[in-house]
Each structure stands twice: as structure tokens, then as C-alpha cells.
């Protein structure tokens, strides 16, 4: 039987002063949460960059690294100093072509590997002439699985969030914890639509969600850039665990209990009886 996980999110501000004030911020926070007994930390999506999405990638790319490249290496160094596992958000290179959005996994032990890329990447703004599609490759449309301490949990990648059918796949390839890295303007979402969404997922599939957010307005880029989620966790049942206020430099902490997990699909109505696919079979045409 597995034990419980203490996860760590942490809040990080604008990128304005390049990474070194963020990976600054990221190492004073994971000091803390290793001895308040963490054995997980989640920093945001592109946790170190600018959000430049909205920029020509050729005039403004996104500063993207190899998995083996100083970003990493700086990952891996900090989970073996502090002993604890850190899921951190940053743009990877696969090759030639455009880089992933993903979240990354660092260990104690120094691997270091990518357990999610952003399948869905948002459409340019309004008014704007450039998106995420333009920055980044999408990630496989899959939603795998990993393990720290025994727990077995899934990433998202910021605007993965939105789509039912990720949260339905991380569910059903045995995820008790969904950590979701989120960065970037969400200026056209009613307000309260973040937390919405991550209470209904966490509810509906007997879950824990633990969200860990940019804060704070970019000027880095030459425009303003607006970081709208927020550094929140909720329970399977949909209740908030911890939350942070807005442009709040600081962490929360929480317990992952598989058992609890368990118990809640067991009492919960919809998670316990949903019964369509987590692929719905195809369709022959007409």
C-alpha cells in the first residue's frame, strides 16, 4: 500500500531580470518545503523564461534547452542538495524542430526526464499575430503516468487543464495526484473559471489537484504580459486544500493520500460509475 506524498507548489514572479532572480526564488522555497517534509516541489510552466508567446519566435523565441543542457543540470543539482523531486515547467529541444512545452521531472538521484508536453497549445490572442503553435510542438496526445514516494501521478501543462478528456486519461492510467505547471495571460476566462476547473476535475475523477503558478506582470518582452492562474490544491472531493493570494512569492504544502483517493471514487457517484472509455471508439464514416 502506498504512503502518503507531501507535494509542494511554488509561486514565482516575472522573469523581467532573466532566470537567475526565478531559480533563485525556486531554491529558497524548495529549502523550505524539504524541511517541512516534502517529498515532491512543482514549479510553474516555463518557470525561469518570459511568457513571449505573443512575439515573432524569430525575432523573441522562447529560450529553450536540451534535456541535458544548464537548466536541467541546475534541477537535478537542487533535488539532490534538498532531497526532494521537482516537476518544473520550461521549454525542452527535441531535435530540429520547435521545441516542447513541458514539465519536466528532476530526482535526487540526478535523472532527469520530460513526463508531460503541452498537447493542446493555445490560439493567439486577440489583436495578436502569434501563439503558442508558433514557440512550441505539441506534445503526443497522451497523458502518461510517474511515480515519486510510491504515489503515482500525472502533469498537465497549463491550458491541458481545460480539456476533461486529460484529467479522464490520467484518472485511468492511475494518477492520484494531477500537478498542473501554469504561466501566461488568461485575459478572456470569466473570473473563478480557474479554480472551476481544477475542483470539477479533481471531483469527478477522485483526484488530488495541486496547481503551481507565475504571478505578477512581465515587461521583459516590451509589452505588459499579465500571469492570471493561481498556486491553489484541492482534494478528490473538490475541496481547496491551500491556496495562495495573488502576487504572493511563497509556497503550499499537502498531503497526498492514495487511500483517501480510493475512498473518495468509492463515495463519489461519478467517479465510481462513469462508464464511457477513456478513448471513445472510432467511427466508421456514413
Known amino acids: 500500500m502506498s504512503s502518503p506524498l507531501v507535494v509542494g507548489a511554488v509561486s514565482i514572479g516575472p522573469a523581467d531580470n532573466g532566470p537567475a532572480p526565478c ?13 517541512a517534509g516534502a517529498g515532491l516541489a512543482v514549479l510553474p510552466e516555463l518557470f525561469d523564461a518570459p511568457y513571449a508567446a505573443a512575439l515573432d519566435p524569430a525575432a523573441r523565441p522562447i529560450p529553450a534547452e536540451p534535456l541535458d543542457g544548464p537548466r536541467a543540470r541546475w534541477a537535478a543539482a537542487l533535488s539532490a542538495r534538498t532531497g526532494v523531486a521537482i516537476v518544473y515547467g520550461a521549454a525542452v529541444e527535441i531535435g530540429a524542430g520547435l521545441p516542447l512545452n513541458a514539465a519536466v521531472l528532476a530526482r535526487p538521484d540526478g535523472g532527469v526526464d520530460v513526463v508531460a508536453a503541452k498537447i493542446h497549445l493555445p490560439p ?31 502533469a498537465l501543462v497549463c491550458y491541458d487543464r481545460r480539456f476533461p ?10 494518477a492520484d495526484c494531477v500537478v498542473v505547471p501554469v504561466a501566461g495571460p488568461a485575459a478572456a476566462d470569466p473570473p473563478a473559471l480557474f479554480r472551476a476547473e481544477l475542483t470539477t476535475h479533481a471531483r469527478a475523477n ?24 493561481e498556486t491553489v490544491a484541492f482534494d478528490p472531493d473538490g475541496r481547496t486544500l491551500a491556496a495562495l493570494p495573488p502576487d504572493v512569492a511563497a509556497e503550499i504544502l499537502v498531503t497526498v493520500d492514495p487511500t483517501v483517493c480510493r475512498a473518495a471514487r468509492d463515495a463519489n457517484a461519478t467517479a465510481a460509475r462513469l462508464r464511457l472509455p477513456a478513448q471513445p471508439p472510432s467511427r466508421r464514416p456514413t
Open 206 to 229: 477522485g483526484l488530488y489537484a495541486v496547481a503551481a503558478a507565475r504571478f505578477g506582470t512581465e515587461t521583459a518582452t516590451g509589452r505588459p504580459v499579465r500571469h492570471d492562474g
Open 165 to 174: 478528456e486529460c484529467w479522464r486519461h490520467a484518472a485511468v492510467a492511475g
Open 23 to 35: 531559480r533563485a526564488a525556486a531554491e529558497r522555497a524548495l529549502e523550505r518545503l524539504a524541511a
Open 124 to 154: 493567439a490572442g486577440a489583436g495578436e499575430d502569434f501563439g503558442e503553435a508558433d514557440h512550441f510542438a505539441p506534445g503526443p496526445a497522451e497523458v502518461g503516468t510517474f511515480e515519486v514516494g510510491g504515489v503515482r501521478l500525472a
